[in-house]
Protein backbone atom coordinates (compact mmCIF):
# COMPACT_ATOMS: atom_id res chain seq x y z
CA UNK A 1 0.00 0.00 0.00
CA UNK A 2 3.31 1.95 0.49
CA UNK A 3 3.93 1.99 -3.15
CA UNK A 4 0.84 4.03 -4.39
CA UNK A 5 1.66 7.54 -2.69
CA UNK A 6 5.59 6.66 -3.67
CA UNK A 7 4.23 6.75 -7.54
CA UNK A 8 1.81 9.52 -7.32
CA UNK A 9 5.02 11.67 -6.44
CA UNK A 10 7.20 10.48 -9.05
CA UNK A 11 4.36 11.12 -11.19
CA UNK A 12 3.65 14.59 -9.84
CA UNK A 13 7.62 15.79 -9.90
CA UNK A 14 7.63 14.34 -13.60
CA UNK A 15 4.96 16.60 -14.72
CA UNK A 16 6.96 19.37 -12.76
CA UNK A 17 9.58 18.45 -14.54
CA UNK A 18 8.38 18.26 -17.96
CA UNK A 19 6.62 21.84 -17.92
CA UNK A 20 9.01 24.30 -19.46
CA UNK A 21 8.64 27.62 -18.40
CA UNK A 22 8.31 29.84 -21.53
CA UNK A 23 11.77 32.51 -21.39
CA UNK A 24 10.99 36.78 -22.05
CA UNK A 25 10.70 38.32 -24.92
CA UNK A 26 12.53 41.52 -24.91
CA UNK A 27 11.78 44.62 -26.88
CA UNK A 28 12.92 48.22 -27.91
CA UNK A 29 10.13 50.37 -29.51
CA UNK A 30 11.55 51.46 -33.25
CA UNK A 31 11.88 55.10 -33.14
CA UNK A 32 13.16 56.69 -35.96
CA UNK A 33 14.44 59.40 -33.07
CA UNK A 34 16.08 57.66 -31.02
CA UNK A 35 18.02 55.82 -34.20
CA UNK A 36 19.40 58.84 -35.57
CA UNK A 37 22.55 60.02 -35.40
CA UNK A 38 23.88 62.26 -32.76
CA UNK A 39 26.69 63.51 -35.40
CA UNK A 40 26.94 67.20 -35.71
CA UNK A 41 24.06 69.17 -37.44
CA UNK A 42 24.56 71.95 -39.81
CA UNK A 43 21.39 73.28 -38.92
CA UNK A 44 22.63 74.02 -35.09
CA UNK A 45 25.38 76.10 -36.51
CA UNK A 46 23.59 78.66 -38.05
CA UNK A 47 20.61 79.07 -35.87
CA UNK A 48 22.16 81.26 -33.43
CA UNK A 49 21.17 81.77 -30.12
CA UNK A 50 18.52 79.00 -29.14
CA UNK A 51 16.70 79.21 -26.17
CA UNK A 52 17.73 76.93 -23.04
CA UNK A 53 16.19 74.11 -21.31
CA UNK A 54 17.38 71.62 -18.48
CA UNK A 55 15.56 68.68 -18.35
CA UNK A 56 15.18 68.04 -14.42
CA UNK A 57 13.76 64.32 -14.63
CA UNK A 58 11.54 62.05 -16.96
CA UNK A 59 9.44 59.70 -14.71
CA UNK A 60 7.18 57.50 -15.33
CA UNK A 61 4.04 55.77 -13.51
CA UNK A 62 5.09 52.81 -10.89
CA UNK A 63 3.51 50.62 -12.69
CA UNK A 64 5.23 51.55 -16.23
CA UNK A 65 8.31 48.75 -15.55
CA UNK A 66 10.04 46.00 -17.84
CA UNK A 67 6.92 44.10 -18.45
CA UNK A 68 5.02 45.55 -21.23
CA UNK A 69 1.15 46.66 -20.18
CA UNK A 70 -1.96 45.97 -22.00
CA UNK A 71 -5.01 47.82 -21.64
CA UNK A 72 -8.71 46.96 -22.47
CA UNK A 73 -10.47 50.24 -21.57
CA UNK A 74 -9.76 53.25 -19.23
CA UNK A 75 -10.00 50.87 -15.94
CA UNK A 76 -8.83 47.63 -17.18
CA UNK A 77 -5.06 47.07 -17.21
CA UNK A 78 -2.70 44.09 -17.07
CA UNK A 79 0.99 42.96 -17.96
CA UNK A 80 2.66 40.40 -20.20
CA UNK A 81 3.84 38.53 -18.56
CA UNK A 82 7.07 37.19 -21.41
CA UNK A 83 7.04 40.52 -23.43
CA UNK A 84 9.31 42.61 -22.14
CA UNK A 85 11.01 46.54 -22.31
CA UNK A 86 14.70 46.08 -22.71
CA UNK A 87 14.85 49.42 -20.98
CA UNK A 88 11.71 51.18 -18.78
CA UNK A 89 9.64 53.28 -20.62
CA UNK A 90 10.74 56.61 -19.09
CA UNK A 91 14.44 56.27 -20.52
CA UNK A 92 12.54 55.62 -24.20
CA UNK A 93 11.23 59.36 -23.73
CA UNK A 94 13.97 60.49 -22.29
CA UNK A 95 15.97 59.49 -25.03
CA UNK A 96 13.79 60.47 -27.61
CA UNK A 97 13.02 63.99 -26.18
CA UNK A 98 16.51 64.67 -26.16
CA UNK A 99 17.04 63.67 -29.88
CA UNK A 100 13.87 65.93 -30.69
CA UNK A 101 15.20 68.92 -29.15
CA UNK A 102 18.62 67.84 -31.25
CA UNK A 103 16.67 67.53 -34.52
CA UNK A 104 14.92 70.20 -34.31
CA UNK A 105 17.86 73.10 -33.40
CA UNK A 106 15.45 75.52 -31.58
CA UNK A 107 16.19 74.65 -27.86
CA UNK A 108 19.49 73.92 -26.50
CA UNK A 109 19.98 71.03 -23.59
CA UNK A 110 22.04 72.80 -20.61
CA UNK A 111 22.34 71.50 -16.42
CA UNK A 112 22.20 75.67 -15.94
CA UNK A 113 20.14 75.75 -13.04
CA UNK A 114 19.40 79.35 -14.23
CA UNK A 115 16.86 78.54 -17.33
CA UNK A 116 13.99 76.62 -17.39
CA UNK A 117 13.17 73.56 -16.40
CA UNK A 118 11.37 70.28 -18.06
CA UNK A 119 9.45 67.93 -16.24
CA UNK A 120 7.81 65.07 -18.24
CA UNK A 121 5.70 62.26 -16.20
CA UNK A 122 5.03 59.57 -18.77
CA UNK A 123 1.30 58.06 -17.38
CA UNK A 124 0.78 55.37 -20.45
CA UNK A 125 2.90 53.29 -22.52
CA UNK A 126 0.53 50.74 -23.19
CA UNK A 127 -0.73 48.22 -25.80
CA UNK A 128 -4.03 49.05 -26.52
CA UNK A 129 -6.65 45.91 -27.22
CA UNK A 130 -10.07 47.96 -27.45
CA UNK A 131 -11.88 49.58 -28.90
CA UNK A 132 -9.33 50.18 -31.56
CA UNK A 133 -5.78 47.83 -31.29
CA UNK A 134 -3.34 50.68 -30.59
CA UNK A 135 0.09 51.51 -29.15
CA UNK A 136 -0.31 54.75 -26.90
CA UNK A 137 1.91 57.15 -25.39
CA UNK A 138 1.07 59.53 -23.21
CA UNK A 139 3.26 62.23 -20.92
CA UNK A 140 2.37 64.77 -19.06
CA UNK A 141 4.75 68.44 -19.50
CA UNK A 142 5.81 70.63 -16.81
CA UNK A 143 8.07 73.43 -17.60
CA UNK A 144 9.29 76.56 -15.32
CA UNK A 145 11.26 79.10 -15.33
CA UNK A 146 14.51 80.27 -13.07
CA UNK A 147 11.78 81.48 -10.37
CA UNK A 148 9.43 78.69 -10.53
CA UNK A 149 6.96 80.49 -12.87
CA UNK A 150 4.80 77.85 -14.38
CA UNK A 151 5.61 78.54 -18.45
CA UNK A 152 4.22 75.39 -20.04
CA UNK A 153 1.60 72.30 -18.16
CA UNK A 154 -0.13 70.14 -20.12
CA UNK A 155 -0.36 66.68 -21.05
CA UNK A 156 0.37 65.12 -25.02
CA UNK A 157 -0.62 61.89 -26.07
CA UNK A 158 -0.41 59.82 -29.68
CA UNK A 159 -1.60 56.52 -30.67
CA UNK A 160 -0.54 54.04 -33.72
CA UNK A 161 -2.19 51.84 -35.17
CA UNK A 162 -0.49 48.09 -34.42
CA UNK A 163 -0.75 46.01 -37.47
CA UNK A 164 -0.77 42.65 -36.07
CA UNK A 165 -0.76 40.23 -33.28
CA UNK A 166 2.91 39.90 -33.46
CA UNK A 167 4.45 41.36 -30.82
CA UNK A 168 7.11 43.42 -32.75
CA UNK A 169 4.36 44.73 -34.70
CA UNK A 170 3.34 46.29 -30.88
CA UNK A 171 6.80 47.82 -30.93
CA UNK A 172 7.12 49.21 -33.97
CA UNK A 173 4.02 51.29 -33.36
CA UNK A 174 5.13 52.09 -29.98
CA UNK A 175 7.99 53.61 -31.77
CA UNK A 176 6.05 55.71 -34.15
CA UNK A 177 3.64 57.02 -30.86
CA UNK A 178 6.39 58.04 -28.84
CA UNK A 179 8.56 59.63 -31.94
CA UNK A 180 4.69 62.11 -32.54
CA UNK A 181 4.66 62.76 -28.69
CA UNK A 182 8.57 63.68 -28.42
CA UNK A 183 8.55 65.98 -31.41
CA UNK A 184 4.82 67.67 -29.95
CA UNK A 185 6.78 68.14 -26.53
CA UNK A 186 9.66 69.75 -28.25
CA UNK A 187 7.62 72.05 -30.56
CA UNK A 188 5.36 72.91 -27.54
CA UNK A 189 8.69 73.45 -25.28
CA UNK A 190 10.46 76.08 -27.74
CA UNK A 191 7.71 77.81 -28.39
CA UNK A 192 6.67 78.46 -24.38
CA UNK A 193 10.34 79.03 -23.38
CA UNK A 194 11.32 83.36 -23.84
CA UNK A 195 13.78 84.11 -26.79
CA UNK A 196 17.34 84.65 -25.40
CA UNK A 197 17.55 88.80 -24.55
CA UNK A 198 19.10 91.06 -28.18
CA UNK A 199 17.70 87.65 -30.17
CA UNK A 200 14.60 88.76 -32.81
CA UNK A 201 12.44 85.95 -34.24
CA UNK A 202 14.18 83.91 -37.20
CA UNK A 203 11.20 84.34 -39.11
CA UNK A 204 11.19 88.12 -38.74
CA UNK A 205 14.62 88.63 -39.57
CA UNK A 206 13.87 86.32 -42.68
CA UNK A 207 10.91 89.00 -43.68
CA UNK A 208 13.05 91.82 -42.68
CA UNK A 209 15.55 90.79 -45.29
CA UNK A 210 13.73 89.93 -48.21
CA UNK A 211 11.61 92.94 -48.36
CA UNK A 212 11.51 94.14 -51.61
CA UNK A 213 13.12 98.07 -52.08
CA UNK A 214 10.17 100.25 -53.01
CA UNK A 215 9.89 101.41 -56.37
CA UNK A 216 10.21 105.00 -57.25
CA UNK A 217 7.23 106.75 -58.59
CA UNK A 218 7.39 108.29 -61.50
CA UNK A 219 5.50 111.51 -62.81
CA UNK A 220 3.61 111.92 -65.62
Known amino acids: MRAAPAVALLALAAGCLARTTTEPRFFRPDSTL ?27 ESF ?30 DQALRAAFYKSAR ?26 HVAAVEA ?28 STMAAAMGGALDDVA ?15 GSAPRENRARRTHQPIPRARTQS
Open 34 to 60: IRESYESDPRVAKAGPLRAVRIRAVDG
Open 64 to 93: LRERVVWRASGIEYGFYEQRRWHELPASYV
Open 107 to 132: VRLTDDLRVPTLHVAVTAFDEVLAPA
Open 140 to 167: TVSLRDGHGQLLLERPFAAAMPIAGDDP
Open 183 to 197: ARIADAVADAVPAPP
